[in-house]
């Protein structure tokens, strides 16, 4: 045994959370086994089925394989479930009990909001690690949109905290394995070169925003005319519709969305499996004892996660696998992680306060009607589908001239603050006295911001990882998207309708001081990414 062979056994085991760009399964081509079994199968799946070139040359979905229409359909419905269900979820926490909700504490409501936001992050490395070592990537998406229909269900039957609580893990945990997924198997339709490859994700990503744009407006219209547990059913209806279309096209899917990359030895599944039920135990018993509540949910889930990107980064950095250029790189990340923690920690709270001001301080009257609260959590997704495009025109047509990735952070983080600094012309008004053109205006400032830092951040992660530890860069690029989302649960408890100056101006300022201090530092950051821009 060499040298390097002993740094292999001392090195500790990765845990694989998967290629989001569908990279780990497109590489893997389909068998010639899988295509005749398709042909022999009576369906049109030997049409789609990915030949010796990894690649599914079929184009009829808009020039694109027909595979793709059944991953573009569960995707949709379940962010139209997903998104419906959360457009109404916090009102349906804080509001009474006779006007139909569960009368808890806003603060707290909050706080569970954030800590759900954050599960389902932290979701998608659980998710991803049972494709790689278990289930592969098209058996965990199917099985995580019956768990995320069985988590709607129940809070659409449920009517108590019971069944709020059944409802959001099982919706969070599916979640988690949908997202880590569902872009992994839209890869294993293209081969590596295939020129259609770009134009397909973005056929997915039209999808993701039409089920984001129409939940929460189906679900908002349906809990203001008949009740929250309605709007639930809806969302649980969309998933249901979602499933069963995907039931039926599954198969069309490629052998190699099935492949496990790196099997789980058979020797360790039990220990496995053991770990697993030892956790959940723990986690009940600490739920039980009363050390897990939902007033302090948000902080421990904050904890857990600043754990895990503090060990993930001591990992990576403590390796002797890696080389000098790459532990300088992950380093550069750091800052990059810092302030995709403090982008996202004020951007989710469209689902918090965002939610509570249109509630309390927006003026909802159209004509004399008055739009249902969550339809604001519409307005985002229809911009993000106008301006996706034209910042992706405005980057290819700058090529080498467009901004940095630091830069990029920077702007988007500097924007963000200055969104909220934009809530203080209506700050301390009359309930329903701010102009909804005005959220409409202040949203699309929201939606530049994450167009600067969203598309690039996941793109980041990747160009610094380690060789070595490609899947641990992406998992610590979700852990930031966790941390910022369970902090924007955990910040709106400090939110004050009848005082909102001191929340939006500070949480507005250190958006900008983050912004500008990575701005003054690009040249060093750019320096230890090693010319990775």
Known sequence: MDGRD??????????PVGAPDGATAAAVPSTRGGEAAARASGTDAAGTTAPADGG???????????????IFGVEMWERFSFYGMQGILLLYMY??????????DEAVATGIVGAYGGTVYLSTILGAWVADRMLGS????????IVIMAGHVALAVLPSTWGLGIGLVFVAVGSGGLKANATSVVGTLYAEKDPRRDAGFSLFYLGINLGAFFGPIVTGALQSSIGFHAGFAAAAVGMALGLLQYSFGRKQLPESSRVVPNPLPHDRRLIVAGVAVAGLIVIAALVLLGVVRADNLAGIVILVTLVAAVAYFAVILSSRAISGTERSRVYGFIPLFIVNVGFWSLYQQQFTVL????????????????????????????????LSGVFAAIWTKMGTRQPSTPVKFALGAIIMGIAFLLFLPFANGAPNSTPLLAIVGILLVFTIAELFISPVGLSASTKLAPQRFHT???ALYFLSVALGTSLAGWLAQFYDPANEVPYFTILGFISIGLGIALWFSVKPVL???????
Do not use: C
Request: proline share 5%; hydrophobic share 40%; aromatic share 12%.
């Open 527 to 533: 320096a230890m990414m090693r010319g990775v821009r």
């Open 95 to 104: 509001y009474s009990v006779a006007e139909g909700g569960l009368g808890i």
């Open 6 to 15: 002993q740094d292999r056994r001392d090195e500790p085991e990765q845990v």
């Open 56 to 70: 599914d040359h079929d184009t009829r979905f808009f020039g694109q394989p027909w595979a793709l229409a059944h």
């Open 472 to 474: 641990q860069m992406v």
């Open 138 to 145: 098209e058996r965990v998406l199917f099985y995580s949109a």
């Open 355 to 386: 939610t509570l001001y249109s509630d309390k301080q927006l003026n909802r009257d159209i004509f004399g009607w008055e739009m249902p609260v969550s339809w604001v959590n519409s307005i985002n997704p229809i911009f993000v589908i106008i």
